[in-house]
């Protein structure tokens, strides 16, 4: 079975730093493109980031300059870097990965369970 266990979050004042990694364990053949999604009380999940397996990233506007998301093929990991945090950074912010768990098979995606990120003075 497939997990992705997130780990990071916290509280930061403005202008601070965080850094969240997603670990995926399970039954794993290929991980293709993985992301960072973020959902803010009141509001829709958006995709904050992503990155192919060969490691070209996309990324939100609101995001552009302050955060990095790179990934460890060999660790099956992901990571965001985010430097000068605002206060509307602060959501709960998803992993997500499109990856096959045996060869041939369709790629699903997997989702997981979050984590708090809050930009408070």
Do not use: H
């Not at 990694?21 to 829709?44: D, E, L």
């Not at 397996?53 to 093929?73: C, L």
């Amino acid at each position: 079975q497939v997990q992705l266990v997130e780990s990071g979050g916290g509280l930061v004042q403005p202008g601070g730093s965080l850094r969240l990694s997603c670990a995926v364990s399970g039954s794993i053949f290929s991980i293709y493109t993985m992301g960072w999604y973020r959902q803010a009380p009141g509001k829709q999940r958006e995709l904050v980031a992503d990155i192919t397996r060969g490691g070209r990233a996309n990324y939100a506007d609101s995001v552009k300059g302050r955060f990095t998301i790179s990934r460890d093929n060999a660790k099956n990991t992901m990571y965001l870097q985010m430097n000068s945090l605002k206060p509307e950074d602060t959501a709960v912010y998803y992993c997500n990965a499109r990856l096959s768990e045996r060869p041939l098979y369709a790629p699903s995606e997997y989702w997981g369970q979050g984590t708090q990120v809050t930009v408070s003075s």
